[in-house]
């Protein structure tokens, strides 16, 4: 290979025959050495990919001209939820010249920078992977990765002196539960890097207990000894209550539940092997307990804290089973608010700690709202978006249910100029599917409205009409918007998760082709006019679809995808997923995994439609092997269109870019897609 820069041809991919027998099937792999990370082929294979992205793209007339619409919407000043301890206010806040955020402390005479990121990063590319307060507000456990690799470092810092104390934790997860007294804190950790593979690193999640001046290798292990690899487990407890419950899960949609009885150390068997979902927040007195058990669109129920050893017992019934479903609840001193999804919109509803119903949250009939309260005391914030308005901040007394803004973004446009409508299509099977779709106002629907479907659709994830800045210049532009809800994810509970997953997962790819025919056929757009876009799982959704139907959209941006399906779960952490994918080298698992894994679909005589394939340098979830071998694939089939990939260095699964390395990213993607469906800006 030679390092050069390539015009009109992407650069020549070395096939490497590799054949491996999967029952029987002789599965035929001609870039597996684009898994190897030590080969120096691969090294020069992808900066040639990047130099011939770049030759194409960024020699685009329009591309500086989205830099320019761009740059606006994502340079405003960012403002998080606060979080309100013993008085002492806490919040990350980003100013528009800023790359990265900072974590600001109010005591409530001045507000000063607690974590600058850009400081502690140096230079890097830096994420705040978590953060918690202490209940006196004096001290921060926070955790920072660097370059996207998802493996943070937990440090402890003193609120007063913005000095760091204590020592430094390895991998640690960010599920942290202070001591009442402040000494200490509960927190789940991963082996330490170098000691186990590369696919072990974020497995073998245990629990500890650190006491504040202590190494943090003498720390006591209190729950994971001798359990499976791929335990998730998540911990919540309230100031006060005598339990931290610990929830422990190998599925994305069951849990077991266990309680460490903070004064005894014993651990207690709560909820084991029901089959169901578990949400327990305990609190002084009782535990508050949400469940999809024999309750479908799930109930929330109380427990006593003397009553927890009585399994026998008909617990109370708090909040009773609706017609929405209840996707999360949050508590304060005397009042319980619950989120519930109507058709994938937020609503929430408050009640008084009888189940009493008390009032509900103002908000428009398509919205997200998320909360952040405090169980010892009667105040919350909440924040409600749309697609067009990014999140109001109120402070709200749950007593008297007064509401006063208490954050607003500036933004640059007028939200009243655009229309948001929710919209139903069917899938193949006649099952419903709603679909946000936005755009400016006096666009006419002539069918050939440039427009950009997202779909994700998968783990349980729920799809709501969340706000999304790097949208609103293609909106601007006068393109289309669309946001697919599809089965896999839970936007209508446990059913419409499992419909899409394993030996259903078909029924997501048919989902979504049809919520594309839906747009042409409702003259939005047609399969000239058609992009379509995912990422992770939804980057699988998009190269399945593409395979699939590659009659139906122009171009696709598939980024951090899953696309080798038979390969997927042997790398970093993708065994986790086994329960939502299947397990290939169990024959019925492999029977369907076959039919619709991308890489293993692609067909040298189609015509498929042009795309753009994205990865991350340091992504310790997705491999970014997927990208490598399917952007080479498909260069070396007969196919007129164009297919380009960017491997964005120093960032992981999840972003942690700068913002300027965002606003590069962003206008790359919506070059592409304009340049493609003929948007002129």
């Not at 007394?397 to 299509?425: C, G």
């Not at 729920?462 to 800045?469: G, L, Q, R």
């Not at 941006?557 to 997927?568: G, Q, R, S, T």
Request: glycine share 6%; charged share 25%.
């Amino acid at each position: 290979m030679t390092n050069m820069v390539f015009k009109n041809k992407p650069p020549a991919t070395k096939k490497v025959s590799t054949i491996e027998n999967f029952h029987g099937y002789k599965i035929a792999d001609d870039y597996r050495w684009l898994e190897d990370n030590k080969n120096h082929d691969k090294k020069i294979w992808i900066n040639q990919q990047n130099k011939y992205t770049d030759s194409i793209l960024k020699k685009q007339p329009n591309f500086n001209i989205w830099k320019q619409k761009i740059e606006p919407y994502i340079r405003t000043e960012m403002h998080s939820m606060p979080v309100n301890k013993n008085g002492v206010i806490f919040f990350r806040c980003q100013f528009p010249n800023d790359d990265f955020p900072s974590l600001i402390v109010d005591n409530g005479s001045k507000e000063k920078v607690l974590l600058d990121l850009a400081e502690i990063g140096g230079g890097e590319s830096i994420e705040l992977s978590f953060w918690s307060p202490s209940h006196d507000g004096n001290l921060l456990v926070y955790g920072i990765a660097k370059k996207g690799n998802e493996i943070p470092t937990l440090k402890v810092r003193n609120v007063n002196t913005r000095k760091d104390i204590d020592v430094e934790i390895i991998n640690a997860n960010g599920n942290i539960n202070w001591l009442d007294d402040n000494s200490g804190f509960f927190y789940t950790r991963g082996p330490k890097p170098n000691t186990v593979s590369e696919n072990d690193v974020r497995m073998h999640t245990k629990l500890y207990l650190h006491k504040l001046g202590d190494n943090f290798d003498g720390d006591e292990l209190i729950f994971g000894k001798d359990r499976p690899a791929d335990d998730k487990i998540i911990i919540d407890r309230r100031f006060g209550a005598p339990y931290l419950a610990i929830s422990v899960s190998k599925a994305w949609s069951v849990n077991d539940v266990y309680l460490f009885d903070i004064k005894s150390g014993k651990i207690n068997e709560l909820f084991i092997d029901k089959n169901a979902q578990f949400d327990v927040v305990p609190l002084p007195d009782k535990l508050v307990v949400g469940t999809n058990l024999n309750a479908p669109n799930v109930k929330i129920i109380v427990i006593p804290n003397n009553d927890i050893n009585n399994t026998a017992k008909q617990y109370k019934e708090l909040i009773s089973e609706s017609n929405m479903l209840i996707v999360s609840f949050s508590i304060t001193k005397s009042r319980i608010f619950v989120s519930y999804l109507h058709d994938a919109s937020t609503k929430v509803d408050i009640f008084d700690h009888d189940g009493n119903k008390k009032g509900k949250l103002p908000a428009p009939d398509i919205a997200n709202i998320y909360l952040k309260t405090s169980s010892t005391d009667d105040e919350i914030y909440y924040r409600v978006e749309t697609m067009v308005q990014p999140g109001i901040i109120y402070k709200m007394n749950t007593i008297s249910l007064d509401s006063k803004v208490y954050f607003v973004i500036k933004i640059n446009h007028n939200p009243d100029d655009y229309i948001i409508k929710r919209e139903w299509a069917k899938s193949k099977d006649k099952t419903k599917l709603p679909i946000f779709i936005v755009y400016k106002k006096g666009l006419k629907l002539n069918g050939k409205n440039p427009t950009i479907l997202y779909g994700y659709g998968g783990f349980n994830n729920i799809i709501s009409p969340y706000y999304m800045y790097t949208n609103m210049a293609w909106l601007e532009s006068g393109g289309v918007y669309v946001l697919s809800v599809l089965r896999g994810g839970g936007e209508y509970g446990e059913k419409w998760h499992q419909d899409g997953i394993l030996d259903k997962k078909q029924n997501t790819f048919d989902d979504f082709i049809a919520c594309a025919e839906y747009l042409q056929m409702k003259n939005y757009t047609d399969k000239e006019h058609l992009a379509i876009i995912g990422g992770s799982n939804g980057g699988l959704l998009v190269g399945a679809v593409t395979m699939q139907r590659p009659d139906l959209f122009k171009t696709v941006v598939c980024a951090v995808p899953l696309l080798d399906m038979i390969h997927y779960h042997k790398l970093l952490i993708a065994s986790r997923w086994m329960n939502e994918y299947g397990d290939p080298d169990n024959i019925q698992d492999f029977n369907y995994i076959i039919k619709w894994s991308p890489y293993h679909n692609v067909d040298n005589a189609i015509d498929y439609p042009s795309i753009y394939f994205i990865t991350s340098e340091n992504d310790t979830r997705v491999h970014p092997m997927h990208t490598y071998k399917m952007t080479a694939k498909l260069q070396n089939v007969d196919n007129p269109n164009i297919v380009l990939m960017r491997l964005e260095r120093n960032t992981g699964h999840s972003g942690s870019k700068p913002r300027s390395m965002m606003i590069d990213s962003i206008s790359e993607k919506l070059t592409f897609i304009a340049w493609q469906l003929g948007l002129k800006v």
